[in-house]
């Protein structure tokens, strides 16, 4: 897989790479079988959470592959390390990618989160824009002590390549990491909002946005329920960024979690 670097961001090391390189590094993990592999995107608000909820920050360190989503991680690596990822990787954008260049090759997708209501939506969308691979089954994510079991066997019997789990942070990280072993699933991936997008709750903002880095804004319109996500964890997660500069903390590729 592509190495790349890894950039250290509030203690978690994030994975350097173009789109094109995840595409290739995916790829790779699509066609091993051996394990289940899992991966991770991070924006501002993830980082805030691995500072905020305790073994967080652990399970993200521990993941296969963590890509930077969002201008929020592209700001701070400029600060603690002087440059910019290479590319914004996000799960919206890159898992339809993932669609699309290996379609036709027999390959079979889970869906895991959001509401039963909800979650057949975004299977039905799934079916009709990806026709060329299988989806094998879906499941939503409000899931009970006893409903874990049952839904690992139920992903495990129908031997997906690839397992979206959509919970939102950090559940969908959370539960990844507690069942990897148990999955048999080449890939794990949370991807968070993905499916309300699919379903057509969410709209992505114009493209002119994105370039600029104002997608927050466009979904703050959307949700403005997550106001406080935004107007108030945006500047938390600076003033962490900055006094993880002062202090050096993650200046240093992949470096211990801080204590911030």
Request: charged share 20%.
């Amino acid at each position: 897989m592509h190495g790349g670097d890894t950039l250290s961001v509030l203690g978690v090391p994030v994975h350097d790479l173009t789109v094109e390189q995840a595409i290739a590094d995916l790829e790779l993990m699509l066609q091993d079988r051996s394990r289940a592999h899992s991966v991770f995107y991070v924006n501002a608000h993830t980082l805030n959470q691995a500072c905020d909820v305790p073994g967080f920050r652990d399970v993200l360190r521990s993941a296969d592959r963590v890509y930077g989503d969002g201008t929020g991680v592209r700001w701070a690596t400029r600060i603690l390390h002087g440059r910019s990822l290479r590319d914004n990787v996000n799960g919206t954008d890159l898992v339809p990618l993932v669609f699309q260049r290996f379609a036709g090759r027999g390959l079979r997708y889970f869906l895991l989160g959001n509401t039963p209501e909800r979650i057949e939506r975004a299977a039905a969308h799934a079916r009709q824009s990806f026709p060329g691979w299988t989806l094998v089954g879906s499941h939503h994510g409000f899931l009970q002590d006893e409903d874990h079991a049952k839904v690992i066997a139920a992903i495990n019997a129908a031997d997906p390549h690839l397992l979206l789990v959509g919970m939102g942070n950090p559940k969908q990280e959370l539960w990844i990491a507690r069942h990897l072993a148990q999955l048999r699933t080449p890939i794990c991936m949370g991807i968070g909002g993905l499916f309300d997008y699919w379903v057509g709750d969410l709209v992505r903002a114009p493209a002119w946005m994105r370039r600029i880095g104002y997608e927050w804004l466009h979904l703050l319109l959307q949700q403005p329920h997550k106001a406080r996500r935004y107007l108030l964890g945006n500047p938390l997660f600076l003033w962490r960024v900055l006094r993880s500069r002062w202090s050096g903390r993650d200046r240093v590729g992949a470096a211990p979690a801080p204590r911030v």
